[in-house]
């Protein structure tokens, strides 16, 4: 079940499934910004988010910074 995977893998990495889960797709979104001429919205859904507002959200929670600043700055 879900919740028993995100037990397990809690246990197992020390690290929420869902954290990792972000991270793995925020690395995607951060190779895209660096390499791709995409608008935010296109890298949002590429790496996997249903919105871009959640994806925005996301990233300024795990980045610190939102996606069109880091954007800017690479």
């Known amino acids: 079940s879900p919740v028993q995977l995100s037990k397990v893998f809690k246990e ?10 972000n991270k793995v797709r925020l690395k995607k979104a951060k190779e895209l910004l660096r390499e791709s001429g995409k608008s935010l919205e296109e890298i949002s859904r590429i790496s996997g988010y249903s919105s871009l507002w959640t994806f925005m959200r996301a990233f300024k929670k795990y980045e610190g910074i939102t996606p069109g600043k880091f954007k800017e700055l690479v």
């Open 12 to 21: 197992t990495t020390g690290e929420r499934l869902l954290d990792y889960i």
